[in-house]
């Protein structure tokens, strides 16, 4: 069953470093996201990706973070200069259509990111 | 208010008893709704989706009245394995294209 990768699994990062999570969507897929879940508080939306351009962000994806799709096949959520408050786990998620008519983002296993 | 409010439990049910989750919704132009599944430390995975008229899937109904913003899940007939944090989950929240999460509510079914 196709899936999405994501790598690394776990991530220790001293503040201030840059930190790039990557990504792995289906195939077939055209609609690509990022949300993030800080230990026990709910999964937040950081940015949405469409047609190789950012389609919307949320407030906490500010000018620290950036996404990209370099080869075609790779997503990727770049922090530029991580700060404390970054430590979370990231899912990546793939969506072969817009999430109002199925409401079925695949998600990865996640990035878990500690920042020391 | 939070977009999407839920109870977050823990739910604490013996096996086998019926147990039902709410959520509540601010935003009245919201388009879809569903429930989606997280198991500790997991990734979120879809449940069902939620439509007006009702839907079942297996032991699992869903629910939704637009009028009070208000979205139901009902798990008949519990088992071990539904232990988990069940999410609602709105999408088209804002105007934006994106789904939105609940903070959950946790399940626990035991012997």
């Known amino acids: 069953e196709p899936e999405v990768t994501q790598t690394p699994s776990h991530q220790v990062t001293q503040m201030g470093q840059e930190v790039i999570l990557r990504c792995v969507p289906i195939?077939?897929?055209?609609?690509f996201y990022w949300y993030r879940q800080i230990l026990g508080q709910k999964v937040e939306f950081l940015v949405s990706?469409?047609?190789?351009?950012?389609?919307?962000k949320s407030e906490i994806f500010d000018d620290q973070f950036s996404v990209e799709r370099p080869d075609g096949s790779n997503f990727t959520l770049k922090i530029r200069s991580t700060k404390l408050e970054d430590s979370a786990m990231y899912f990546c998620?793939?969506?072969?259509?817009?999430?109002?008519?199925?409401?079925?983002?695949?998600f990865g296993e996640g990035s878990r990111l500690t920042v020391l | 208010r939070k977009e999407v409010e839920q109870d977050p439990g823990p739910f604490n049910v013996p096996e086998g008893a019926t147990v039902a989750f709410n959520c509540t919704y601010s935003?009245?132009?919201?388009?879809?709704f569903f429930w989606y599944r997280q198991d500790c430390r997991k990734e979120p995975k879809l449940l069902m989706s939620?439509?007006?008229s009702g839907n079942e899937d297996g032991r699992f109904t869903a629910q939704l009245n637009r009028a009070s913003q208000y979205i139901s899940l009902l798990i008949r007939d519990s088992k071990l394995s539904d232990s988990a944090t069940y999410l609602c989950?709105?999408?088209?929240?804002?105007?934006?294209?994106?789904?939105?999460f609940g903070t959950g509510t946790q399940l626990k079914v035991e012997l």
């Open positions: 990706f469409y047609n190789n351009e950012i389609s919307e």
């Open positions: 935003n009245s132009a919201s388009q879809s």
């Open positions: 989950v709105v999408f088209g929240t804002g105007g934006g294209n994106k789904l939105t």
């Open positions: 195939s077939n897929h055209l609609y």
């Open positions: 939620v439509y007006s």
């Open positions: 998620a793939s969506s072969s259509r817009t999430g109002w008519d199925t409401g079925e983002l695949f």
